[in-house]
């Protein structure tokens, strides 16, 4: 019997010898757990305010976009303005000579109300048969420069039913190489003549390369029909018979861009503009895409028309490192 309690009495010693070492050891390892539990509710914590970051990071991101496609449009229909204007201009006028032109687009002050702004231009249309008058003529003209133009030549060369060649081209310098280009030679610009030829209103092409820009930087050229005075012109036939030449703004589709889209959004930003085609084509149907700026996930503006082409306009973006 004394044996048996012996060894009772010895396992419960040792057993409490465990309970303690054991209660030691959580007491020793207590800080360490704390420090472990208090992490992971860090790490969520974190996970959380970064999602929220996040989220506001995207909500801000799509609002400057959005006002971003917003200034780009209101830009675009500003140059329509203007060259309406210049329409109106020749309309009030019998003969407007290359003198009265540079002074109309020296009033423009266009350096700071048009940033984007390449060159103005006049077009007149010269038949086949009264080639050779017009480019003697130009090549005399003195009104402006005391030496003329004698290297005036209409171009790309060749024998076509008629041309309608740059003939005032503002401003000159860094745009010689589009004087006498004829505007007509090509197919996408011919189309551009006609189609605002016959609807009587400015139109606007898809993006273009310029003959004068080394560069090969997309441009955006807007046109203007010039009617001779007191011609019918209420169906497009009559429009057609009435048409004298035409006047145009080459806008650069970069320069408007970086004119109305905050500079911290450029910095982070590749803005691209798809066209999608003139207003009166299939859906779907679109010519090249512009990408004015290079970066970063996705935000994507919905076609509008703008000129009577429906330009879509779309921003990737990458949140900072």
Not at 109 to 125: E, N, V, W
Not at 281 to 295: E, T, Y
């Amino acid at each position: 019997m004394h044996q048996r309690y012996q060894a009772t009495r010895s396992a419960l010693r040792h057993r409490i010898r465990i309970r303690g070492t054991v209660s030691r050891r959580l007491i020793l390892l207590a800080p360490t757990i704390v420090v472990l539990i208090g992490m992971a509710g860090s790490v969520g914590g974190w996970r959380l305010a970064l999602r929220d970051a996040e989220n506001e990071l995207h909500r801000a991101f799509r609002e400057e976009t959005e006002a971003a496609v917003d200034g780009i449009t209101r830009s675009i229909e500003r140059y329509l303005d203007m060259l309406g204007n210049m329409q109106a201009f020749f309309a009030a006028s019998t003969n407007v000579s290359r003198i009265d032109f540079h002074r109309y687009v020296s009033g423009l002050d266009a350096s700071r109300q048009y940033p984007a702004l390449r060159a103005l231009q006049y077009a007149p249309l010269v038949r086949l048969a009264e080639l050779a008058e017009f480019e003697r003529g130009v090549r005399s003209d003195r009104t402006l420069h005391s030496q003329g133009y004698p290297a005036y030549a209409v171009h790309p060369p060749g024998i076509r039913t008629f041309y309608v060649p740059v003939l005032y081209n503002e401003p000159m310098r860094s745009n010689e190489a589009a004087f006498g280009h004829d505007q007509v030679a090509e197919s996408a610009r011919r189309e551009l003549m006609e189609r605002s030829r016959d609807r009587g209103v400015p139109q606007a092409s898809p993006p273009l390369q310029l003959v004068q820009d080394a560069a090969r930087a997309p441009t955006v050229i807007l046109r203007a029909p010039i009617f001779g005075n007191g011609e019918r012109r209420s169906v497009a036939a009559q429009r057609a018979r009435a048409f004298v030449g035409q006047v145009s703004a080459l806008v650069s589709v970069t320069e408007m861009v970086r004119a109305m889209v905050s500079q911290r959004l450029l910095e982070r930003t590749r803005i691209r503009i798809d066209d999608v085609g003139y207003s009166d084509s299939p859906v779907g149907v679109s010519g090249p895409a512009v990408d004015c700026l290079a970066r970063w996930r996705a935000y994507a503006g919905t076609p509008r028309d703008v000129g009577f082409r429906r330009p879509n306009l779309a921003a990737t973006f990458r949140a900072p490192d």
